[in-house]
């Protein structure tokens, strides 16, 4: 069993800039891992996803705009979002996947708004 925690989240003016985190309770080399969203009344949504081998893959929404990253020493996973739009808004989870398993994490609350 693996613990996602999300941090980083916040209230942000649009064109500002957040970093969000992901720390695992374990080893996440193996894992594919990737964040998603769901604002209110929608869906949830995948933003990006990176594999253990670190592609990375991109919703078209936030190409450009949003990087992710991990740091498999520190088992993390992060996302800097950049000109952040209103859009934006919604909670951001961390998921792990692969080799049979899933996790997610609790989410962090994004808001864009000025």
């Known amino acids: 069993q693996v613990q996602l925690v999300e941090s980083g989240g916040g209230l942000v003016q649009p064109g500002g800039s957040l970093r969000l985190s992901c720390a695992a309770s374990g080893s996440v080399s193996i894992y594919a891992m990737g964040w998603y969203r769901q604002a209110p009344g929608k869906q949830r949504e995948l933003v990006s996803s990176?594999?253990?081998?670190?592609?990375?893959n991109y919703a078209g929404s936030v190409k450009g705009r949003f990087t992710i990253s991990r740091d498999n020493a520190k088992n993390t996973l992060y996302l800097q979002m950049n000109s952040l739009k209103p859009e934006d808004t919604a909670v951001y989870y961390c998921k792990l996947s692969g080799w049979g398993a899933e996790y997610w994490g609790q989410g962090t609350q994004v808001t864009v708004s000025s």
């Open positions: 990176i594999t253990s081998g670190g592609m990375q």
